[in-house]
């Protein structure tokens, strides 16, 4: 079934700890995004990438970096983990980064802890 | 700044209709979205409007004034299963969206 996918679904994660969060899609969608959403707060962009070999830095991407090896695949990484970033991490991802064609395609998300 | 602004929470009645309102201020404007979220559950597309006037598709509507910065989702025939979260997106010149915080829409029986 074509889509996206990440992993883990939930994680509980010790402070200074580093930690991935996986997201692959099959769709052969050029451009992929990671949002966290947090109650009352709309989703924010962490970081985004255009197209495969380029990312992007979104509103809030302090302590987080992407790579985007290929066209399938944006991982997200947390160096050292702060209980501030507790929260629910989407994934998405859209055909192109504009217009119309920019519907995008969300995961099911991963909830993070950070204790 | 950026800012979209929608109602936290509104309730209806089981085949009633209902108007959810967005506002925006953004830095240029490439299109607006409007997205269903369930609650756990992943946001799923709903509408997209980049001229103004209505968009309609099925019991879902959308309008969008540019002019006013305003857009509304409009839900007809309201069935249990609408009771969700509705997010505003606008598109910003750089082609990124900013989200509203989302409207929680309850359905009574």
């Known amino acids: 079934i074509a889509g996206i996918t990440q992993a883990p679904t939930s994680q509980i994660l010790a402070a200074g700890r580093r930690m991935t969060l996986r997201c692959t899609q099959d769709?052969?969608?050029?451009?992929m995004y990671w949002y966290r959403q947090d109650l009352g707060l709309g989703l924010r962009l962490i970081h985004y990438s255009n197209t495969a070999g380029t990312t992007g830095k979104g509103e809030v991407p302090d302590g987080y970096s992407v790579s985007r090896a290929n066209t399938d695949d944006f991982p997200l990484t947390l160096a050292s983990a702060v209980p501030s970033q507790t929260s629910v991490y989407f994934c998405a991802s859209s055909e192109g980064a504009g217009g119309p064609y920019n519907e995008q395609f969300f995961g099911p998300g991963t909830r993070l802890t950070v204790l | 700044g950026q800012n979209i602004d929608q109602p936290t929470e509104m309730t209806a009645t089981e085949g009633a209709i209902v108007q959810i309102n967005c506002t925006y201020q953004?830095?240029?404007?490439?299109?607006l979205f409007w997205y269903q979220q369930h609650a756990g559950e992943a946001p799923t597309f709903l509408s997209y409007n980049v001229l103004d006037g209505l968009e309609e598709k099925g019991r879902f509507s959308s309008f969008l004034s540019r002019s006013k910065g305003y857009s509304y989702l409009l839900l007809k025939e309201l069935q249990m299963k609408d009771s969700a979260s509705y997010l505003c997106a606008v598109m910003d010149s750089n082609y990124q969206l900013i989200w509203g915080a989302g409207t929680k829409l309850i359905i009574k029986p």
């Open positions: 769709m052969r969608h050029n451009a």
């Open positions: 953004t830095s240029g404007f490439n299109g």
